[in-house]
């Protein structure tokens, strides 16, 4: 079995992986692994992909956001497989489109903060400025780009003050497509013996549907495709958008989960449509009964859960995850990064330096003591250490 390999590397320091120094030590491989998937038929059978429910995984379940973002550039090949290296039970690709209507992985549309596109002169001309979501935005956006294009872009890191090491590995990695992400993956499963699931995030749903671009089908194709279907497939969609999960569970019964932006704010969608409400309204218990008509889980910022004083200190737990627990919602909030810079004060390391990681691992600990059932983690090694007793996992 041939594999195309591209390396790269992270040195051990401590007990946390943290990069320092691209030629210090290669420990991770099969970065590209189509060559897998094309001389195996092992991976396109749906009893492979749909045998597994979440009941089979680890508690509390942990979701690399971006991949294992805080150690690698996020959303590309190298941050997803080094989150499965990790141990991560479920990677998390934002999802956007291209102008040749291709999905790919970008936390945003627009290619500024997360590509090196400002070094290519070729592409100067199609700066500009757009309304994304209501936001004034100027750059460049991926809708604007074939894919062929914008795979002559590398990323970089998107927080370089807070993770200089990660910007080591600025220019090497290419921008993924959703196939990609899912070819990675499978050929993963083969390799580690253990089923690995996918959160994708649809991002301006109603922004790309307004172009014309079909966004929901589009992926939901590709998991169909991809032997992604019912609601025991190791997968779970995301929207901010109330009107995006609900057409998508019109066509697809992979399960969907409401994501839960700062309490003062509405879903884009609704702002849209000139109604009211907005996530701090969603996050009561009738709301909440309502979002579970379409919805399997909510995505709460983790501050719905445990709110913060204005001393920066954790305050009291709120009733947010027994409300949702009571409408048989599940609960995954997000995000958790070690880092000094996210840490409430109690948890910050003596140093005191942003980009120190603090104590992380008592810090999410108070979260799961809330009864949460998973988290998106850019640091998915440390959760996954947490709970280390757990031998649960889904074998293929």
């Known amino acids: ?22 030629n210090r030590l290669c420990v991770f491989y099969f970065v590209r692994v189509q060559h897998i998937l094309k001389q195996t038929n092992l991976l396109f059978s749906t009893g492979v992909t749909n045998i597994q429910s979440e009941s089979l995984f680890c508690r509390p379940l942990v979701i ?21 290296l990790m141990g991560t039970d479920y990677i998390e690709p934002d999802l956007v489109l291209t102008s040749d209507h291709q999905v790919i992985a970008r936390h945003d549309n627009e290619l500024g903060l997360t590509t090196d596109i400002a070094l290519h002169p070729e592409f100067a001309s199609r700066r500009t400025t757009k309304t994304v979501d209501g936001a004034k935005v100027n750059g460049w956006f991926t809708e604007d780009f074939t894919l062929p294009e914008l795979k002559t872009l ?34 993963l499963e083969i390799i580690h013996g253990r ?95 309502e979002v579970a008509k379409y919805a399997y889980a ?14 920066n200190r954790l305050g009291r737990m709120t009733n947010f995850v027994n409300d949702a627990h009571e409408v048989g919602l599940k609960v995954y909030a997000y995000t958790f990064r070690a880092e000094n810079h996210f840490l409430s004060a109690e948890y910050i390391s003596g140093d005191r330096q942003p980009t120190t990681f603090g104590n992380f691992s008592a810090y999410l600990q108070v979260y799961y003591a809330t009864g949460i059932d998973g988290i998106f983690c850019d640091h998915p090694d440390v959760p996954v250490r947490l709970r280390n007793t757990c031998s649960k996992y889904p074998q293929l």
Not at 298 to 311: A, L
């Open 1 to 22: 079995m041939i594999c195309r390999v591209q390396y790269f590397y992270y040195y051990v320091s401590s007990k946390l992986y943290t990069i320092k120094n691209m």
């Open 64 to 84: 690399a956001h971006r991949g294992a973002s805080g150690y690698v550039p996020e959303h590309t090949l190298g941050s997803y497989a080094l989150a499965i």
């Open 154 to 187: 590398r990323a970089i890191e998107s927080l370089p003050e807070i993770r200089p090491g990660n910007a080591r590995l600025d220019h090497i990695f290419q921008i993924p497509t959703l196939q990609e992400i899912i070819d990675l993956t499978k050929g």
């Open 195 to 289: 089923k690995i699931g996918l959160y994708p995030e649809i991002k301006h749903s109603l922004y790309f549907r307004t172009l014309g671009f079909p966004i929901e089908q589009l992926v939901v194709d590709i998991l169909h495709k991809n032997g992604y279907e019912g609601s025991e497939a190791p997968a779970c969609i995301q929207s901010f958008e109330i009107d995006a999960l609900k057409e998508l569970k019109n066509i697809t019964q992979i399960r969907l989960m409401q994501l839960y932006d700062h309490p003062s704010l509405q879903p884009f969608d609704q702002y849209q449509k000139g109604a009211d409400l907005t996530y701090g309204d969603m996050a009561a218990p009738d709301k909440l009964s």
């Open 298 to 311: 909510v995505g709460p910022d983790k501050s719905y859960i445990i709110p913060r004083d204005q001393s």
